[in-house]
């Protein structure tokens, strides 16, 4: 059994989901390698390092990979492993991951496994289905296993460690069919909803876009993110990236609070691996006070600015 | 131009799912059947596009039972132009074997650019776009947000990327998977509805393809998530700070 890992970065510092899933592969096998594209990326060579586990580390700096085209990036790693003994191919499952692991897969005729939450065996997975509302266990039966991890279900491995680098060039002529334009850094001072260790959402409750105020200076005191129910990003409240639940963003932050928000099954599906969810609504017969560590029934108009109070 | 979109047939997202209690998967009898959200938001973006001139057809492919002719159909009502459904027994392909079928179709159908949904809503595998840019060797644009064409044959995709937003130019013909930010779907009208049963549908069974549809992985067995643990209420604002920082310590 032998492990790589697909480092996302970039190319400055390594990401936390690629620590997360150093630790997943140790989960598989003593025999970890870790693979690393990018352009001008000594800070991250440094950082990465220390990681706990890794046996080596292969680094290809190159101009093709200053930004991370899944066209170059498949096609680069791809070659790498051709006549290589990798049983398994570890990617987060971070848009990163999720944009380039699949096209690995096709080039060599695999089927991944994606977003996986536990290792049973090496070719045993749980990963959830319909957003988390059930648990498949799946095994493969491809010789490689290409893999996406959920980051959060895996704590970040320990750097206490020196690896080994090795530079290694590339022949890949560039794609021509794709060019990277910009990338915008969400401007927000706040976490991003995903990756957020707290994060407060608004319903329909909030009657309105401009109530969402309320939330704001509670999100400021907390350091949280922001999010919103389905209903409330429909009404138009707040714009349409703020939406939490299936078919919005899924979120596992330490601490969620629900404010003026039901509890349909479709925010619930989006919220459940949460630590502890917190509520305030008027209406106690609302669902979402079945999903709640902590329940507060009430007028949120009169609540959330004495909460704002008592943080 | 001529989009291909690609739709696929999943329990409605406003449906509970429930486990079969033999484990083997989730209950789909009796239960509301909808075209998958993200893959609804692709047709939209392909009508728009033919709306403004810049797409002259728009073909709704779906793989998968007879029934899927009714998710076929509900594009067809938003706008579309014509349907292929291919045939299967099977209710779910892997995403490899989806890839290999939608590659196939569009070698015969030429279609300037491919669009779906990035994944759905029912095994969450979010893989079928890229594997068919790959098999295709088209570039492609995954998680759109927003969907521009220029005047030289090529598309400006902004993507919904972990902490921002990035913005790819790709060649047409390409592939480009569709996030949640990048339109509304309309609902279709009962007239386009009328009219849509008039559009043609063309099926071809699975077995015309030189495709092996076996499947790689094995679901040995499907599971609730772990329940969480009843909570309490509590009486006011004081109690709900208190319990937050010294019993979950999250503050």
Not at chain 1, 112 to 121: L, P, W
Request: hydrophobic share 40%.
């Amino acid at each position: 059994m032998k492990v790589l890992v697909i480092i996302e970065h970039d190319n400055e510092t390594v990401k936390q989901s690629s620590f997360s899933t150093i630790s997943a592969a140790k989960e598989i096998s003593d025999s970890i390698e870790a693979i690393v594209l990018g352009q001008g990326i000594d800070s991250v060579i440094n950082e990465l390092k220390k990681s706990d586990h890794l046996k080596k580390i292969y680094k290809i700096d190159n101009e093709l990979f200053q930004n991370p085209l899944a066209e170059n990036l498949s096609k680069a790693i791809h070659k790498f492993t051709e006549g290589s003994d990798y049983t398994h191919i570890l990617s987060p499952s971070s848009t990163f991951g999720k944009n380039m692991s699949p096209k690995l897969s096709a080039l060599m005729d695999v089927q991944q496994i994606s977003d996986i939450t536990k290792i049973i065996s090496d070719d045993t997975f749980e990963r959830p289905i319909y957003a988390g509302n059930a648990i498949a266990k799946v095994k493969s039966n491809d010789p490689i296993k290409i893999i996406t991890v959920r980051p959060t279900c895996f704590e970040p491995c320990a750097l206490n460690s020196s690896v080994d680098v090795e530079s290694l060039e590339t022949n890949l002529d560039k794609n021509n069919l794709i060019s990277f334009v910009s990338y915008d850094k969400s401007k927000s001072d706040r976490p991003e909803l995903t990756s957020a260790k707290i994060v407060i959402s608004g319903g329909r409750g909030m009657q309105n876009g401009e109530n969402f105020r309320l939330l704001e200076g509670i999100a400021d005191k907390l350091g949280a993110a922001m999010g919103a129910s389905r209903a409330a990003v429909d009404a138009g409240f707040v714009p349409n990236d703020w939406q939490v639940g299936q078919t919005g963003k899924i979120v596992a932050p330490d601490l969620y609070i629900a404010v003026g928000i039901s509890g349909a099954i479709q925010h619930i599906a989006g919220i459940k691996d949460s630590k502890f969810i917190a509520c305030i609504n008027k209406d106690e017969e609302a669902p979402i006070f079945n999903f709640s560590d902590y329940g507060l029934v009430g007028d949120l108009f009169e609540l959330l600015p004495k909460l704002e109070e008592k943080l | 131009m001529k989009a291909l979109v690609c739709v696929k047939r999943v329990i409605d997202y406003n449906v509970k799912i429930r486990v079969k209690s033999d484990k083997s998967g989730v209950e789909t009898d009796n239960v509301k059947m909808s075209m998958n959200p993200f893959d609804e938001i692709a047709v939209e973006e392909a009508i728009r596009l033919k709306e403004k001139n810049q797409i002259q057809e728009v073909v709704i492919l779906s793989i998968g039972t007879d029934k899927s002719q009714e998710t076929i159909r509900s594009g067809l009502a938003m706008g579309g132009d014509r349907g292929i459904l291919v045939k299967t027994e099977k209710d779910q392909l892997e995403p490899l074997t989806v890839g290999k079928i939608i590659k196939s179709v569009s070698d015969k159908e030429k279609p300037d650019l491919i669009i779906l949904g990035k994944q759905a809503i029912d095994d969450d595998c979010n893989q079928t776009g890229q594997i068919v840019a790959t098999l295709l060797e088209f570039p492609q644009a995954t998680f759109a947000s927003e969907l521009k064409k220029n005047n030289d044959n090529t598309l400006e995709v902004t993507r919904e990327v972990d902490g921002g937003l990035e913005t790819v130019k790709i060649n047409i013909p390409c592939v480009v998977t569709t996030d949640l930010r990048l339109n509304e779907p309309r609902y279709a009208s009962l007239p386009n509805i009328m009219k849509a049963k008039q559009k043609k549908i063309d099926v071809l069974e699975i077995g015309s393809f030189d495709i092996d549809i076996k499947d790689r992985l094995q679901i040995l067995e499907v599971n609730e998530p772990p329940e969480r643990k009843p909570g309490i209420k509590v009486d006011d604002v004081d109690s709900l700070v208190e319990k937050l920082k010294n019993e979950a310590k999250v503050l």
